[in-house]
């Protein structure tokens, strides 16, 4: 499965420099999802339209652990 990372804002900090995934600025991505107090993150499975899992983003280690298990090959 692809994934692709969805920011509001752009890297105005140098923080993804090392980014090992594409980060698209879609400014008004969050309110299209319904999101509502960020630092989260969703994972939207595409196809299905639906969203996957989501949770609070403490870092980026700790998102991809989290996200992980659902990326996996079935």
């Known amino acids: 499965m692809?994934?692709?990372?969805i920011s509001t804002t752009g890297d105005?900090?140098?923080?993804?420099?090392d980014a090992v995934q594409p980060i698209l600025v879609a400014p008004g991505a969050i309110d299209?999802?319904?999101i509502r107090?960020?630092?989260?993150?969703?994972?939207v499975d595409p196809?299905?339209?639906?969203?996957?899992?989501?949770?609070?983003?403490l870092g980026p280690a700790q998102v991809a652990?989290?996200?992980a298990p659902y990326?996996?090959?079935s």
């Open 65 to 67: 652990s989290e996200i």
């Open 12 to 17: 105005v900090d140098g923080e993804w420099s």
């Open 2 to 5: 692809a994934v692709v990372i």
């Open 47 to 57: 196809r299905a339209g639906r969203v996957i899992t989501e949770g609070v983003v």
């Open 71 to 73: 990326l996996a090959p």
């Open 32 to 34: 299209e999802l319904d």
């Open 37 to 43: 107090w960020p630092p989260f993150y969703v994972l």
